[in-house]
């Protein structure tokens, strides 16, 4: 069975601190695929990276950066020098046969 | 390119009655799927659909139901409401199915009293 946890359910940093969202999956298949999107107040859910399987690659543009560990079975996001435009819920997910999303993590940008 | 549109944005419904959802993909997208999120259960896959036909379906009542037309559009449609059915209904799109990227509309947000 495929499963994503994101065991941060809330995060508040100040404006200007690095802040990481921990994403940590779960599956059987061999090709996968890991997504993470932003859903701001507005509701929309924003792509912002997709990456698979077998490019373990870290990634990085501007201030966000993903860190994908296949023999921990992780994806995590940093947000480097966070700003208030960051606040949202942030929701991982892995895709299979079908996509799995994680129950997200609402994350703060205090002035 | 218009993103992905869903129609109507906000919708209330008594209990008993039924719903029909609308969503047009990003054109040249010919797969459609659509979710639920509510704050308990998060985001849950309902159904998806390609070239008119349903691929996936998630784990939801038979009162659940969707199709697609020739030209991508989808409908989803919620028979004898519950209170239960309030959410947010996400629409995605994306070129092909499996290993593509979706992209979402601004949901529907239904809610049944």
């Known amino acids: 069975a495929q499963k994503v946890t994101q065991a941060q359910t809330e995060i508040s940093v100040v404006e200007k601190e690095d802040v990481t969202l921990d994403c940590v999956y779960e599956?059987?298949?061999?090709?996968?695929?890991l997504f993470w999107y932003k859903q701001p107040p507005s509701g929309e859910l924003v792509f912002l990276i997709r990456?698979?399987?077998?490019?373990?690659q870290n990634e990085i543009s501007g201030r966000y950066s993903w860190n994908f560990q296949k023999s921990t079975s992780s994806f995590n996001f940093t947000i480097t020098a966070s700003q208030v435009v960051d606040s949202a819920v942030y929701f991982c997910?892995?895709?299979?046969?079908?996509?799995?999303f994680g129950k997200g993590t609402r994350l703060h940008i205090l002035p | 390119k218009a993103g992905v549109t869903q129609t109507p944005r906000y919708l209330i419904k008594t209990r008993g009655q039924q719903v029909t959802l609308s969503c047009s993909p990003i054109?040249?997208?010919?797969?459609v799927s659509w979710y639920q999120q509510t704050p308990g259960q998060g985001l849950q896959f309902l159904f998806e659909?390609?070239?008119?036909?349903?691929?996936n379906k998630g784990n939801f009542p038979g009162r659940f139901s969707g199709r697609q037309f020739s030209n991508s559009r989808s409908e989803m449609n919620v028979s004898t409401l519950e209170l239960g059915d309030s959410a947010l209904y996400l629409c995605?799109?994306?070129?092909?199915?499996?290993?593509?990227?979706?992209?979402f509309g601004p949901g529907t947000r239904l809610t049944v009293l």
């Open positions: 995605a799109s994306s070129l092909s199915v499996d290993t593509d990227t979706q992209y």
């Open positions: 599956t059987r298949d061999t090709t996968y695929y």
């Open positions: 990456r698979n399987s077998f490019d373990e």
């Open positions: 997910a892995l895709r299979g046969d079908k996509i799995i």
């Open positions: 054109s040249g997208h010919r797969s």
């Open positions: 659909y390609f070239s008119e036909t349903q691929r």
